[in-house]
């Protein structure tokens, strides 16, 4: 496996992973690092990038303490996409209250914290319009991740959008 080549685990290998593994695949705790959270009831999409080199995750709900004790102090920037109400009130509550829980956590890590309306990373990314029907922003968004971590990857739509989340941290933020 290359230096640069993507790690993105699903389902038990992510359950494993979390709280075992990330110290070891991020071998330069100095080196400032880029986070993209896809926030979620039920796991995050999590994207690491540290010198070019892009790990993903979900971290399920109950497993952050462990995620964040292995990532330690860290340096640089976590992104997170933020929350819009729909017509669903009582769901995009939970979903605000799981993406606070997350930038708290990554605040104690260190990390810089910025949020980004879903809207503007796409704009910026993809160049979609809010107008564009949702399934052709989620299309075009599976389309650019691919390209960023080869498209011989098997990617989640909500780490898809991870992935682009952090890729815009390091563009803009």
């Given amino acids: 496996m290359g230096k640069n080549t993507p790690l993105i685990y699903t389902g038990r290998q992510a359950r494993e992973w979390v ?32 010198e070019g080199k892009i790990i993903g995750v979900p971290v399920p709900q109950g497993h952050l303490p462990d995620f964040f004790r292995f990532m330690g102090r860290r340096r640089g920037i976590a992104v997170i996409e ?45 160049g979609t319009k809010p107008r564009d029907k949702r399934e052709e922003r989620k299309r075009r968004a599976g389309i650019v991740a691919r390209e960023i971590v080869g498209n011989g990857q098997k990617l989640t739509q909500d780490m898809a959008d991870a992935i682009l989340i952090a890729h815009w941290g390091i563009v803009n933020a």
């Fill in 19 to 50: 709280g075992e593994k990330l110290s070891d695949l991020l071998l330069r705790p100095r080196a400032p690092i880029y986070v993209g959270v896809d926030p979620s009831t039920k796991a995050h999409a999590v994207c690491i990038v540290q």
């Fill in 82 to 126: 933020g929350q819009y109400i729909g017509p669903n009130k009582a769901g995009a509550l939970a979903l605000s209250w799981a993406a606070g829980e997350m930038c708290a956590a990554l605040g104690l890590t260190g990390l810089t914290v910025v949020q980004v309306p879903p809207t503007r990373w796409q704009r910026d990314l993809l």
